[in-house]
């Protein structure tokens, strides 16, 4: 396992700056050769939510007191 493969890691989405900065960090791993830090990366940047892009507020459905 010493090549890199590209195709298996997620992408960053344009505009998110977790996804930056997780990139970013991602880069700097691969240089110093941490694998498992990559790994984390790559976990983040699949987990985190991206929940802008659909349009809706998460919290703005369900109990509405009035
Ligand atoms: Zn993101």
Same mark, same amino acid.
């Given at each position: 396992?010493? +090549?890199?493969?590209?195709?298996? =890691?997620?992408?960053?989405?344009? *505009?998110? *700056?977790?996804?930056?900065?997780?990139?970013?960090? &991602?880069?700097? +791993?691969?240089?110093? *050769?941490?694998? =498992?830090?990559?790994? =984390?990366?790559?976990?983040?940047?699949?987990?985190?939510?991206? *929940?802008? +892009? &659909?349009?809706?507020?998460?919290?703005?459905?369900?109990?509405?007191?009035?």
């Amino acid at each position: 396992m010493t +090549a890199r493969d590209d195709a298996r =890691e997620p992408a960053p989405v344009s *505009g998110c *700056g977790v996804c930056q900065v997780l990139v970013q960090d &991602r880069e700097l +791993a691969w240089k110093v *050769g941490n694998l =498992e830090a990559v790994a =984390e990366r790559n976990v983040a940047l699949r987990g985190h939510p991206h *929940g802008q +892009a &659909r349009g809706g507020n998460p919290r703005d459905g369900g109990r509405g007191g009035s």
